[in-house]
């Protein structure tokens, strides 16, 4: 299976699509990828930076601004164009998946299993 063929991590998903609508910094990106999940995927700081570097370096994201915040240095992440349309890619192949289920009648069987109609 080749890398644009396969499937996204969940947590590489949240990450793009939290920085979907505006750059944000680290632990914005944190926030906004458990609001985005319903809460199911909650990045720790080692996973949230691994994950970045990795994007980084593949070009769907760069680093938009640096700062220095109580002597902290504090940097602000952007989506680019390559990390929306592979974003994009992956929730078009989400959907088509679920259009698998959703577009089939199923009927109940015996013992709790169902068959298709």
């Known amino acids: 299976m ?15 699509a939290a920085l979907q609508d ?6 914005a990106i944190v ?9 199911r995927v909650r990045l720790t700081t080692g ?7 990795r994007l980084t370096g593949e070009e769907m994201v ?6 220095v915040v109580n002597g902290r240095a504090r940097r602000t992440y ?15 192949r989400m959907a088509a998946a679920a259009r698998v289920v959703r577009n089939r009648s199923v009927r109940p069987m015996a013992a ?6």
């Open 2 to 16: 080749t890398r644009s063929s396969a499937s996204m991590r969940e947590p590489t998903y949240f990450i793009l």
């Open 22 to 27: 505006e750059p944000l910094h680290g632990y």
């Open 31 to 39: 926030k906004r990828a458990q609001e985005l999940s319903d809460g």
């Open 47 to 53: 996973t949230l930076y691994a994950a970045l570097d």
């Open 62 to 67: 760069r680093v938009a601004e640096e700062a």
């Open 78 to 92: 952007e989506l680019t164009q390559r990390g929306l349309s592979a974003l994009t890619a992956e929730a078009e």
């Open 112 to 117: 709790g299993r169902v068959v298709p109609a």
